[in-house]
């Protein structure tokens, strides 16, 4: 087939990977005029590191992984009220950090380094709009220029403008934003110290604040910064420039200790600072004809999560096994030539719904958007951070499963499929 992908993200890039290692003609198209390889840190759990390992890209991932030994929490002096080592084989579940960290240019050049063999790239442009007909779907892009495709695909992240067009300009927003959460990441050069760990450091301040700085290399540090707010000048931001993002942010968190004055004044010279509200995309359907959606575009679980990358790569996987094996040429199972036709590629759409659905319910699953969620009970006040460091504190000494109550670490009873179609060499 014909395929059209938007988005040349990890997400993009992995569908691209498996698409074209079937055989069919993928082209992606990227609005940013070349590869994005921005991006603070992320990692890979459970069934994504299965799927990165089936792609043959463990080598290439372990060449440029993060050495993250572990996430401490502090208390506004700096002390240490906690502290929870990677996780690894031999404990999957206690860690914050996972053994497979990455940066997030460096997981997207590495799928596109294989994918660009196989797969068209187009850089600079965008879908404009697109008619789907009974047998194909007529695109036009920003720059003027038009084509058509057997399938359309939107890999292009939380504000997908493929699922805005795919659901009709009536349609309700499908992002479902978390109750007033609002976070800011950016790097800073610090150069590392003698004595200095690979440590993620976590610190809670009052007011529904937050502050977590992680360390990618010897030369820079990466920073999350933001929380719970009803700032109106921060929601206006978004729509803003930069200056009045960092601007808002830095009202947010000033004065609220331990580091944040020092970290709000690396911000200021920041050149790769990006905000975001935070929040979760759900979608009744993630098809409509022979346009379809994956990774945040789809399915967003929010950063809270700790699952966004893995959610993206396994979807990916799942969607083209399931085009694998829908939509191949029935007259033999080891042709690469394939169909396509409407019966075929709509049940394709529809067993990767099947399939994957279990999977992200598990992961969306508890996460607040109203008031009343833990973050709401215990940021906003001393004490309540104080109940909470101690809390941390006791899990961490008594090896507690506590953090798996914040992200979705793993998710059970499900299986990964094994697509033989796409295994084969």
Avoid at 84 to 109: H, T, W, Y
Avoid at 374 to 393: C, D, K, P, Q, Y
Wanted: charged share 25%; hydrophobic share 40%.
């Amino acid at each position: 087939m014909k395929i059209l992908i938007s988005g040349a993200g990890i997400t993009g890039n992995a569908l691209a990977f498996w698409l074209s290692k079937l055989g069919h003609a993928v082209t992606i198209i990227e609005r940013f005029p070349e590869l994005r390889v921005s991006g603070l840190q992320v990692d890979l759990r459970s069934h994504g590191v299965a799927v990165m390992k089936r792609m043959g890209l463990e080598e290439a991932f372990r060449a440029h992984s993060i050495p993250e030994q572990g996430m401490q929490m502090v208390d506004k002096k700096g002390r240490r009220r906690a502290y929870f080592p990677a996780s690894n084989s031999s404990n999957v579940k206690l860690g914050f950090s996972s053994d497979f960290e990455i940066m997030r240019g460096d997981l997207c050049q590495i799928i596109y380094d294989v994918a660009k063999a196989r797969a068209s790239y187009v850089f600079g442009t965008s879908i404009a709009s697109f008619e789907q007909k009974s047998d194909v779907v007529d695109v036009r892009f920003v720059d003027g220029t038009s084509n058509q495709f057997d399938l359309v695909v939107g890999a292009d992240g939380l504000g997908s403008r493929t699922r805005k067009l795919m659901l009709g300009d009536e349609a309700a927003d499908a992002f479902r934003p978390l109750n007033g959460m609002y976070v800011g990441y950016f790097t800073f050069p610090k150069p590392i110290e003698d004595d200095e760990e690979y440590v993620a450091t976590n610190y809670m301040a009052t007011g529904k604040r937050g502050i977590m700085v992680r360390r990618h290399n010897a030369r820079e540090v990466q920073a999350y910064v933001g929380g719970q707010t009803n700032s109106e000048r921060l929601k206006k931001a978004l729509a803003g420039s930069v200056t009045e993002q960092k601007g808002a942010l830095t009202e947010m968190l000033q004065g609220a200790g331990w580091k944040a004055d020092e970290i709000l004044e690396s911000l200021k010279g920041s050149d790769n600072f990006y905000c975001e509200r935070m929040g979760q995309v759900r979608l009744e359907h993630w098809s409509r004809g022979r346009v379809t959606l994956v990774g945040d575009a789809a399915y967003c679980p929010t950063a809270m999560t700790g699952m966004g990358t893995t959610s993206g790569i396994v979807g990916a996987y799942i969607l083209a096994g399931e085009i694998g094996r829908h939509c191949r040429n029935s007259s033999s199972s080891h042709s690469k030539e394939t169909q396509g036709t409407p019966d075929q590629l709509l049940g394709a759409l529809e067993a990767y719904e099947q399939k994957f659905q279990p999977f992200m319910s598990q992961v969306q699953k508890g996460v607040s958007f109203e008031n009343g969620g833990i973050w709401e009970r215990v940021s906003a006040t001393a004490f309540g951070i104080a109940v909470m460091n101690h809390l941390m504190g006791v899990a961490s000494f008594l090896r507690l499963d506590l953090l798996s109550r914040f992200q979705s670490d793993v998710v059970t009873n499900w299986e990964l499929p094994v697509y033989e179609e796409l295994l084969r060499d």
